[in-house]
């Protein structure tokens, strides 16, 4: 069974930082772009980052670049999202998700994780 688990979600003050992980089970993701999304309470689902299956090219949305770093273990069929100077409107739920191809729209996404709660207070 293909599984991708998120874990590192919470609750932190605005300016903190956080860091998730996506873990990758059932099959190697090594060959395979990976990347973060997000979704906020009565939002569509949000592009955040992706990463190509080397982790040599990287993309993030203009809402979290600079502050957003995206990075992956292949050797532990692990994605990392690093998440610095958090801001209230941050808050999400965040899923990972693997396509082919480094894509930005969810739809390319075929595997997706069951998403981690990240709440940024004020």
């Known amino acids: 069974q293909v599984q991708l688990v998120e874990s590192g979600g919470g609750l932190v003050q ?3 930082s956080l860091r998730l992980s996506c873990a990758a089970s059932g099959r190697t993701f090594s060959s395979d772009a990976m990347a973060w999304f997000r979704q906020a309470p009565g939002k569509e ?5 992706y990463i190509s299956w080397s982790g040599g090219s990287t993309y993030y949305s203009d809402s ?3 502050r957003f770093t ?11 999202l690093q998440m610095n100077s958090l801001k ?3 808050t999400a739920v965040y899923y990972c998700a693997a396509s082919s191809s480094p894509r930005v729209r969810a739809n ?4 997706w994780g069951q ?3 990240v709440t940024v207070s004020s």
Request: net charge negative; aromatic share 12%.
């Open 64 to 66: 979290v670049k600079g």
């Open 88 to 90: 209230p409107e941050d």
């Open 108 to 111: 390319d996404y075929g595997y």
């Open 115 to 117: 998403g981690t709660q």
């Open 45 to 49: 689902r949000e592009f955040v980052a």
């Open 70 to 80: 995206i990075s992956r273990d292949n050797a532990k069929n692990t994605v990392y």
């Open 14 to 16: 605005a300016g903190d």
